[in-house]
């Protein structure tokens, strides 16, 4: 079955630093959605991808979609201690829909 | 306003004891869904609908039942038979699966003991 692999499991920053998290499928997507969990929260959508090679801006966020269509990455330029929580990517194919085990920031101010 | 509601946010059980965790949204979603949160681990699907009266498995279903009598409501029933229970566990509903963004529920954290 689709499996969604995210890394890196943990990432600690200084504040200002810049931050990555990618995103890999074992097949093909039709797209593939990001969400953010605060701490003590729940995740909330922050976009989604559909195009290959497909590239969205969100302030200091930017997101691709790779042109296989098989990886993603969110990176976030100068990270800001209102960035912290964990990031998930969720990849869907023939609406299956698999979470990453997503990526959790903390920030040093 | 609209949303998705858990409750309770937390709930403690003892073991051996069946528990039912609630999930109402007013979103006029067809599709809800039920995961599991565990440190480290992401979210598990238990079970998902996509539309009333219907519903299928997920990848971690068993010790847990669902019903979806209403468009509005999908109650998580936890069993007896979940070997380990105790987790966080989050609603989502969304016009179609994978289609449109997912809305979150609070979430409850079940302790059983």
């Known amino acids: 079955g689709q499996q969604v692999m995210q890394i890196p499991q943990y990432q600690h920053v200084q504040e200002g630093e810049d931050f990555t998290t990618y995103c890999n499928s074992s097949?093909?997507?039709?797209?593939i959605q990001w969400y953010k969990q605060r701490p003590g929260g729940h995740p909330v959508f922050l976009i989604q991808?559909?195009?290959?090679?497909e590239v969205k801006k969100q302030k200091r966020l930017t997101f691709q979609f790779g042109e296989a269509k098989k990886n993603s990455s969110l990176h976030i330029t100068a990270t800001q201690t209102t960035d912290v929580g964990t990031y998930f990517c969720a990849g869907i194919n023939n609406n299956d829909m698999r979470f990453g085990a997503g990526t959790r920031l903390t920030v040093k101010p | 306003d609209g949303g998705i509601t858990q409750s309770p946010k937390y709930l403690f059980r003892k073991e051996g004891q069946n528990v039912t965790l609630s999930c109402e949204q007013n979103l006029n979603h067809d599709a809800m869904y039920w995961y599991r949160q565990d440190p480290g681990q992401g979210l598990r699907l238990i079970y998902y609908s996509q539309i009333v009266n219907d519903f299928q498995k997920g990848d971690i279903a068993e010790g847990y039942s669902v019903s979806r009598e209403k468009k509005e409501s999908f109650p998580l029933t936890v069993t007896s038979a979940q070997k380990n229970p105790t987790a966080f566990y989050l609603c989502?509903?969304?016009?179609?699966?994978?289609?449109?963004?997912?809305?979150f529920g609070q979430g409850t954290r079940l302790t059983v003991v």
């Open positions: 097949t093909t997507l039709s797209n």
């Open positions: 991808l559909v195009k290959s090679g």
């Open positions: 989502a509903s969304s016009t179609g699966r994978g289609r449109t963004e997912a809305f």
